[in-house]
Nanobody
Framework: QVQLVESGGGLVQAGGSLRLSCAAS????????MGWFRQTPGQERKFVSR????????YYADTVKGRFTISKDNTKNTVYLQMNSLKPEDTAVYYC??????????WGQGTQVTVSS
């Protein structure tokens, strides 16, 4: 099992920034990828970004490319999502996930991000 705990969500004005953190514990060696997803009420959970533990390669959804940056600290088993130039449409519950390749098996509890206009 892998346990994931997100933090860093909150309320911010449009154009502002937030940094989300996801601390992983447990059998972290069983996953090689960490991802961020987001979900709004009545919508499916959507992919935001992912990073590989091994080489740090990253991938972003087009909607956040150029504004969000995913990074990792292997020594702390922690992944971050730096969110800049936030827009009201970025408002969502953000979830951290762990998995192999692009199959995610473990999920955090989510953290609310609200961007006011």
């Amino acid at each position: 099992q892998v346990q994931l705990v997100e933090s860093g969500g909150g309320l911010v004005q449009a154009g502002g920034s937030l940094r989300l953190s996801c601390a992983a514990s447990g059998r972290t060696f069983s996953s090689n990828t960490m991802g961020w997803f987001r979900q709004t009420p009545g919508q499916e959970r959507k992919f935001v970004s992912r990073i590989r533990w091994s080489d740090g390669s990253t991938y972003y959804a087009d909607t956040v490319k150029g504004r969000f940056t995913i990074s990792k600290d292997n020594t702390k088993n922690t992944v971050y999502l730096q969110m800049n130039s936030l827009k009201p449409e970025d408002t969502a519950v953000y979830y951290c996930a762990a998995g192999v390749a692009d199959a995610y098996h473990y999920w955090g509890q989510g953290t609310q991000v609200t961007v006011s206009s």
